[in-house]
């Protein structure tokens, strides 16, 4: 059991952020905390794929990701539960990474996509290499 789960979610893609959360709730001890955080991508320096740089772009972004993840956190933690969500702005792994260190996370939960944006294996990879602490990567098609 952990005593502080960060879940790595996009609120868009339902299923996989149920899976992730369902799955946190079996793995969380009673009394933990569970965050949930999404990453609007911002590149770092040039990239090869389009990605928002424009600032009306991002904070519109932030404030979409904010509003879907309070509609999840009703949805999907049950009431009691001790739960964090937040939207962030850079490269998804290295946000995801910092995080789970600055809230000294005993465990990260991602879900693997293979050519979708928000958590794509390169994002994978990179928490795999970097983190702090476990990360757990449901595949697609998971059913938990």
Avoid at 118 to 131: E, G
Wanted: charged residues 25%; proline residues 6%.
């Amino acid at each position: 059991m952990f005593r502080s789960i960060l879940v790595g979610v996009y609120p868009e893609h339902d299923d996989e952020a149920d899976a992730c959360i369902r799955m946190a709730m079996r793995l969380l001890e009673e009394g933990g905390k569970l965050v949930l955080v999404s990453v609007v991508d911002r590149p770092e320096g040039p990239t090869f794929f389009p990605a928002l740089e424009n600032e009306e772009e991002i904070k519109a972004a932030v404030q979409h990701l904010e509003r879907a993840l309070t509609v999840l956190v009703r949805k999907q933690v049950p009431l009691g539960i001790d739960v964090d969500s937040i939207v962030r702005v850079g490269q998804p792994g290295k946000r995801l990474v910092a995080e789970s260190g600055e809230r000294q996370s005993d465990l990260v939960i991602v879900f693997e996509h293979e050519h979708l944006w928000p958590l794509s294996r390169d994002t994978v990879n990179y928490l795999l290499s970097h983190a702090g602490c476990p990360v757990l990567v449901l595949p697609q098609q998971t059913h938990v």
